[in-house]
């Protein structure tokens, strides 16, 4: 088994911790394929995921967050850096360092739902053999019946028929796909879900019935959940930790509730302002408008990557790169921002909360 002395210590209460974690695609040109440049894609990326927490990781589209989902479980190797999974008291193991029969059993524990249920779900199989095609390739089933009662199981767990199982995905709409998604990633009963906006392809209604079920299956199972999106209404309900990115690094991490009423990083500010807010005193608030677009991963500006775009950037933000610090104070839980200005700047968050999503079912 991959040990992982020497890379960094775990936080007591983590189930995954990312030390230093790094991902470059080269920038290739010409016949030869000579490199030109590096896209930066994930930069120096640290965070720990605790056990039986939802951290929610944030940003716009092109911001890292995916790349970093995918270097966790290795769907991606990384360029540099360290993934430390530890399961109860068991010594740390280094996910970056498994050769892929350690990292294949490794990964019946940590386990992704993806963005589109109709592409992430074979058309040509039934969900019998999507849901247990895990339980299958794991050797976690030793009969036929065996393994249609625990698809059963599995779809009742997901609030789906298990008289269902010998139907294809397109008898199935997109809410209930992801249900069936969520039953495949829930067959080996993993630790850790990797929620890939896992709801931003489905209908906001549809949106909150998977967002419950997700939340009463945390509840139920004891999971951990790391949840990437760009939606921070979604985050708000869901997450109990946000650790906002940009440019491929992590501007601002803490707890949900002081990240949205007391935001330390502009770009956090911005991203907040254009979410949906039911609170009356402060719903007709001004949003602020993000011109430009995300840095470009393969020409980052100097400096501060976010001062092209940031309303507060001042000369030292064009030439200093703003490390991440603790600006949360001595006193109580962690809130670490990356702005020179972190503890200066007047931000403008919200409080109240986001309305939580409707309770009924499909
Ligand atoms: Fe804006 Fe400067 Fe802070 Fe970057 S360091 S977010 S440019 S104020």
């Known amino acids: 088994m991959s040990g992982a002395g020497g890379v960094g210590q775990m936080e007591d209460r983590a189930i995954i911790s990312v030390r230093n974690l790094v991902k470059y695609f080269p920038i290739e040109t010409g016949f030869l394929r000579r490199q030109v440049g590096v896209v930066k894609a994930v930069d120096d990326v640290n965070f720990d995921l605790n056990e039986g927490e939802t951290l929610a990781l944030v940003g716009e589209s092109g911001c890292g967050k995916t790349t970093t989902s995918h270097c966790i479980i290795q769907a991606q190797r990384p360029t540099a850096g360290h993934v430390l999974f530890r399961i109860g008291d068991s010594a740390p193991m280094d996910l970056t360092q498994m050769e892929k029969a350690e990292l294949k059993a490794a990964r019946r524990n940590i386990r992704m739902i993806y963005q589109d249920p109709y592409s992430s779900l074979n058309p040509r199989m039934t969900l019998l053999q999507i849901i247990g095609e895990p ?7 030793e009969s036929q019946e065996a393994l249609r009662n625990k698809v059963a199981e599995l779809l009742r767990l997901v609030r789906l028929d298990p008289s269902t199982m010998n ?6 709409s997109g809410g209930q796909r992801q249900r069936i998604a969520i039953a495949r990633a829930l067959s080996l009963s993993p630790k850790v879900v990797i929620a890939d906006e896992a709801v931003s392809a489905l209908d906001v209604s549809v949106q909150a019935q998977i967002l419950n079920l997700l939340k009463e299956l945390q509840n139920q199972l004891g999971l951990t959940y790391l949840f990437v999106a760009h939606n921070l209404a979604v985050v708000k ?13 992590i501007v601002e991490i803490g707890e949900t509730e002081e990240l949205y009423t007391n935001p330390r990083h502009p770009y956090t500010e911005a991203l907040i302002s254009a979410a949906p807010n039911p609170d009356p005193d402060t719903k007709n608030r001004a ?15 100097p400096g501060c990557a976010f001062h092209p775009r940031c309303r507060y950037a001042e000369d030292r933000c064009r030439r200093e790169i703003p490390q991440l610090v603790e600006v949360g104070g001595e006193e109580g839980p962690s809130h670490r921002a990356a702005c020179h200005f972190a503890s200066e700047l007047e931000l403008a968050g919200i409080s109240g909360g986001a309305e939580e999503p409707e309770r009924e079912r499909a």
């Open 287 to 301: 949003r602020i408008v993000l011109a430009g677009e995300v840095a470009d991963p393969g020409n980052l500006p």
């Open 237 to 249: 309900y869901e997450a109990d930790r946000v650790a906002v990115m940009y440019a491929g690094k």
């Open 135 to 141: 339980l299958v390739i794991h050797k976690m089933v």
């Open 167 to 172: 139907r294809y995905p397109h008898a199935f």
